[in-house]
């Protein structure tokens, strides 16, 4: 088990049917069942929450299942954290059984196992009343204790699973293809699935934002524009030029209402062309082409196109001022706030306006007191209108066939499958809809938002590894020395305290842990609560902030091993708050003055005993050899012990005193 790679390739050679992570098979207290995949060995379930959309509140059976793959042959200890009964067999034998509202008071015997595969099965009952947590650890003699990698784990999903997967499936996509703007769910949108609280494009101004022509062709034909539309084709002819040779004007009638929908002037002022060299260092140092095909390249099948930028925004100055803040209008919207400046703004419209190379289209003037009726009438306030009543069929009296199922009232393009997914929602699962389960929402997020466009997940590597060589000649200049990894997604909820990850995802942290980065972590502002709730609960962590009491003697031994004189020279590579980096050239280290108020502390800990194992390629060295360090004046040489006594010293956080 040198390294997770080592895991994922023997998982990769072991089955090509089988999963990441563990089957999870849950039950109520009334008998009802559910499965799913999970990542890794880990619940935590908030008081009050269901443990699955599809099952009632209250006590709950869990049981994680499949593989664990081994790389060679090991000798471990497993552990849990958490709280009520849990118990793990190995091939079939138990070998560790706790209850109780601390798990972590027993660990297994030492185990003898064998390079390969072995059935591992978690079984957990939770409490009968509060918080449900349970995770699943262990450690060896090459490793610290730390949550068994997905990389170790797989399993072949049972049928139960992919009945389920289905379910679910339909459950996104009611929720993603905004149902219940038009199918009211009564008080299920404010107490349940956390998507139906989503506003959609807010239209009270588009006619300041977007030319009348792409207007139209966007109403007319949503999907030839954007190959990931979400908005309906609600229009009988696939294109503008198609429907006005019939006679038929609506799509340009539509245009010409909206494009009277006006809250105040519109953004003005000339952007000069020569800002377009400007931009376009901006758009590669973002990481633009990792969701976006460049403006002057065709689309492909994954990324959203650039090539009618021009032709849809009424003016650079127009396009600028929504890079400023993508979700003025639609707080929902995909597009991330990266924070940019009034400079950078302007910079990147003017590469993007200039270099879009998408034929815009002409259409007649439309009528748009005929535009105002349809609006009505095809029931474009349901979506477009805030606070406006849906028009549709209560969802209560939905049923699985017909109507936009099939595209005879509003054609989503659906494919075979998803039409399957959503009937078997309708038919049997309507009433998960009044459930919230946030490890469930942050699985769905991560994808909808495409949070591995820029970060490596579970052995995957971003998109932006492999598509960021598309700008390479878009570079005005060469830019930073640092190093530009960025941040391991596998182990967020577990890495980040759950504030401080939310304020990352806001945009309201007041700091930029990592500056020297070309790219920056953009806001996702209105998903961010849920989503840093969720990402914790996924890794068994509740929101709660992770901290102890100061100890004084502690500390004062851990400001002697962060500095040069008798430490680990920390100082060298990280900032420690008065104390700026000695001599970080190729790779520079966060401020140590935000470690505590960043990280949970037994991440920490595993970190600092071996980053490498968590991070093959850090620059961060590994200080301890087989549990002991080069320093063994200070607390014996356990490193473990030093680590945190560092970590009780920069409790400190922003008030650190300087180190020397």
Excluded at 297 to 314: E, G, H, M, S
Excluded at 455 to 471: M, N, W
């Amino acid at each position: 088990m040198k390294n997770i790679f080592a895991l994922c390739l023997l998982f990769l050679l072991s089955t090509a049917s089988a999963e990441f992570g563990l089957q999870l098979d849950l039950e109520d207290s009334k008998g009802n069942k559910d499965a799913r995949s999970s990542r890794i060995g880990a619940l935590f379930v908030k008081a009050g929450q269901p443990v699955s959309p599809f099952l009632e509140k209250g006590k709950f059976t869990a049981v994680f299942s499949g593989k664990l793959a081994l790389a060679e042959r090991s000798r471990v200890y497993f552990s849990f954290k958490g709280n009520g009964i849990a118990k793990l067999e190995i091939a079939g034998k138990v070998v560790l059984e706790v209850s109780g509202d601390d798990l972590t008071v027993k660990e297994s015997d030492r185990l003898r196992l064998n390079k390969g595969e072995h059935d591992i099965k978690l079984t957990y009952n939770s409490p009968e009343k509060g918080d449900a947590q349970i995770r699943l650890l262990w450690r060896g003699r090459n490793f610290p204790l730390e949550p068994v990698s997905p990389g170790a784990l797989n399993h072949t999903p049972s049928e139960l699973v992919t009945a389920h997967s289905t379910l679910r499936e339909g459950r996104k996509l009611f929720a993603g293809l905004n149902c219940t703007k038009c199918h009211t769910a009564g008080e299920i949108a404010n107490s349940g699935m956390t998507e139906l609280l989503r506003d959609t494009p807010n239209l009270d101004n588009a006619g300041n934002k977007y030319s009348e022509s792409w207007l139209a062709a966007w109403i007319q034909n949503p999907k030839s524009i954007r190959h990931s539309a979400t908005m309906p084709k609600l229009l009988k002819h696939a294109s503008v030029a198609d429907a006005v040779k019939a006679g038929d004007t609506s799509a340009i009638d539509l245009a010409a209402y909206i494009s009277t929908m006006k809250l105040a002037d519109a953004p003005s002022g000339k952007i000069d062309d020569s800002l377009a060299k400007d931009g376009g260092d901006v758009f590669h140092k973002l990481g633009c082409v990792a969701c976006h095909t460049r403006p002057d390249k065709a689309a492909d099948a994954n990324r959203t196109p650039l090539i009618n930028v021009n032709w849809k925004f009424k003016s650079p100055a127009v396009l600028a001022e929504f890079l400023k803040n993508p979700a003025k209008h639609y707080k929902w919207i995909r597009m991330p706030d990266f924070g940019l400046s009034n400079k950078e703004a302007k910079s990147l419209a003017a590469y993007l306006t200039k270099n879009s190379t998408g034929k815009a289209q002409t259409f007649k003037k439309g009528n748009a007191e005929n535009g105002k009726k349809l609006y009505v009438d095809l029931g474009c306030a349901s979506c477009h209108t805030p606070n406006s009543k849906p028009l549709g069929k209560s969802l209560a009296d939905l049923k699985s066939e017909g109507g936009c199922l099939e595209g005879t009232n509003a054609n989503y393009s659906l494919k075979a499958e998803e039409r399957s997914a959503l009937s078997s929602f309708l038919k049997s699962a309507k009433a998960s809809l009044e459930k919230n389960v946030p490890a469930e929402f942050a699985a769905r997020q991560i994808n909808e938002v495409n949070c591995t466009a820029c970060h490596k997940y579970d052995g995957r590597t971003s998109d932006l590894g492999q598509f960021h060589f598309e700008s390479q000649d878009l570079k005005a200049h060469e830019g930073n020395h640092l190093d530009q990894f960025r941040p391991l997604l596998t182990w967020m909820g577990e890495k980040i305290q759950a504030d401080y990850l939310e304020k990352i995802i806001s945009g309201k942290l007041d700091h930029r842990p990592r500056p020297w980065l070309d790219m920056r972590m953009p806001a996702f502002k209105e998903r961010s609560v849920a989503l840093s709730e969720g990402m914790a609960a996924s890794h068994g962590f509740s929101t709660e902030f992770e901290q102890t009491k100061v100890d004084p003697e502690l500390s004062k031994l851990g400001k002697q091993l962060t500095g040069t004189h008798g430490g680990f020279s920390c100082i060298i590579c990280h900032d420690a708050g008065p104390k700026k980096a000695l001599a970080a050239f190729e790779v520079k280290g966060i401020d140590l003055k935000y470690t505590s108020e960043r990280l949970r502390p037994d991440y920490y800990k595993r970190w600092m005993i071996d980053p490498p194992r968590i991070v093959p390629t850090t620059k961060m060295p590994k200080f301890s050899n087989e549990g002991t360090t080069a320093l063994s004046n200070i607390l014996d040489g356990v490193g473990a012990d030093q680590f945190m006594a560092i970590f009780e010293f920069l409790k400190q956080g922003r008030k650190l005193e300087e180190v020397k």
